[in-house]
T-cell receptor
Framework: AQSVAQPEDQVNVAEGNPLTVKCTYS??????LFWYVQYPNRGLQFLLK??????LVKGSYGFEAEFNKSQTSFHLKKPSALVSDSALYFC?????????????FGAGTTVTVRA | EAQVTQNPRYLITVTGKKLTVTCSQN?????MSWYRQDPGLGLRQIYY???????DKGDVPEGYKVSRKEKRNFPLILESPSPNQTSLYFC?????????????FGPGTRLTVT
């Protein structure tokens, strides 16, 4: 079965500092990986995805993520955080080897960027 | 404007009273899905649909039904709601099931079952 773990419930950083949100996954085959962001009282918005190819993926709002197959990780990063990046972040995975089109999300990480 | 709409946005109901939450997308997407969001549990997939008349269970389908009679609509039906179905529900759609595209989410429906 596929699963995602986001080991940190909360991440707090100062504005201008680097931001990292961690994600590890478990699949039987190769993964499709996604990051989504949820701002207060809003639906989820897509940030970026890894399907194949370059391990460093660039996405919206200056975010990027690095796929590491040996560590089964897909950490989200931003070099310089903004107060407006404060939100709830979700990592999601789909197992390419299983033909059922399910998508599994992590529990989410709340990011707070202080001015 | 490309969007996923859900109705109602807020609903308070009583145990056992059947209800339907509607979901509609105007992007001609093949794939649609329902999730529930609970604190500490993230999003859990309830049901999904790969195309018209093709649906399958997600991770938490018990107590829910869905149908996909038209491409744009994917209603979620609770035949006999119970308090443990109190949650925030999201509908989502994406271009295709065969390829991996990002999902577009609706604004959410907050359901309270008393």
């Amino acid at each position: 079965a596929q699963s995602v773990a986001q080991p940190e419930d909360q991440v707090n950083v100062a504005e201008g500092n680097p931001l990292t949100v961690k994600c590890t996954y478990s699949v039987s085959g190769n993964p499709y990986l996604f990051w989504y962001v949820q701002y207060p009282n809003r639906g989820l918005q897509f940030l970026l995805k890894y399907i194949t190819g370059d391990n460093l993926v660039k996405g919206s709002y200056g975010f990027e993520a690095e796929f590491n197959k040996s560590q089964t990780s897909f950490h989200l990063k931003k070099p310089s955080a903004l107060v407006s990046d404060s939100a709830l972040y979700f990592c999601a995975v789909r197992d390419m080897e299983i033909n059922d089109y399910k998508l599994s999300f992590g529990a989410g990480t709340t990011v707070t960027v202080r001015a | 404007e490309a969007q996923v709409t859900q109705n109602p946005r807020y609903l308070i109901t009583v145990t056992g009273k059947k209800l339907t939450v509607t979901c509609s997308q105007n992007m001609n997407h093949e794939y649609m899905s329902w999730y529930r969001q609970d604190p500490g549990l993230g999003l859990r997939q309830i049901y999904y649909s790969m195309n018209v008349e093709v649906t399958d269970k997600g991770d938490v389908p018990e107590g829910y039904k869905v149908s996909r009679k038209e491409k744009r609509n994917f209603p979620l039906i609770l035949e006999s709601p119970s308090p443990n179905q109190t949650s925030l529900y999201f509908c989502a759609s994406s271009l295709s099931s065969g390829q991996i595209y990002e999902q577009y989410f609706g604004p959410g429906t907050r359901l309270t079952v008393t």
